[in-house]
């Protein structure tokens, strides 16, 4: 699915259209219903760093985007703008949604075995992936961790994580691109290349 067909899926279950598991959880619709504010936040308010725009405006061959998330997911609430407004910076960037428990292809990204979301694999146009990035910026997932090995509730783990993404106001993820541009060439397209973040 494209990004404004994500954006309707919240629409969807908000609306009770989509009634099926999770979202018959009334847990997870309240997680979705907090994204669905999160997200628009961020879209609104959070502009892209002017060494990364210029980053983006120097690709010059075709990416493929392939975003994996799920509505219900809390990290990707804050990190999904700041990769859609990258995506439209330059019209060779091709973004594509898969939603994790619908068929997508987690199952070749998984982190530490386990299928953590958001994840995002930028392909050249032969395919081959050039990245690998996610579930969260490097600083987020040190932060996770530490959170894990503490003796905080796990609500109590989720809305310190939650209160660093406000703190941080998308600058760690933009870095991360920047440095990644800043790498490799563009026009990359040898596997062995392939860098994960």
Known sequence: MNWHEYLQQFEEILSHNINTAPYNDPHFYEYTKLNQSR??????????QT??????????????WILITEPWCGDAAHLNPFIYKMSEVNELIHLHIQLRDSGSEID???TNGGKA??????RNESGEDLLVWGPRPAAAQAY????RESKLTTEEQKTALQQWYNQDKG???QQE???????FPIDMHAVANQKQL
């Open 108 to 110: 070749h990204y998984l």
């Open 144 to 147: 996770f961790y530490e959170l």
């Open 117 to 122: 979301i958001p994840k995002l694999i930028i």
């Open 177 to 183: 691109f920047i440095q990644f541009f800043s790498d």
């Open 39 to 48: 997200m628009n936040r961020w879209l609104k308010t959070a502009p892209l």
């Open 171 to 173: 600058q760690s993820i």
């Open 51 to 64: 060494p990364l725009i210029e980053a983006l405006q120097a690709i010059e061959l075709p990416q493929h």
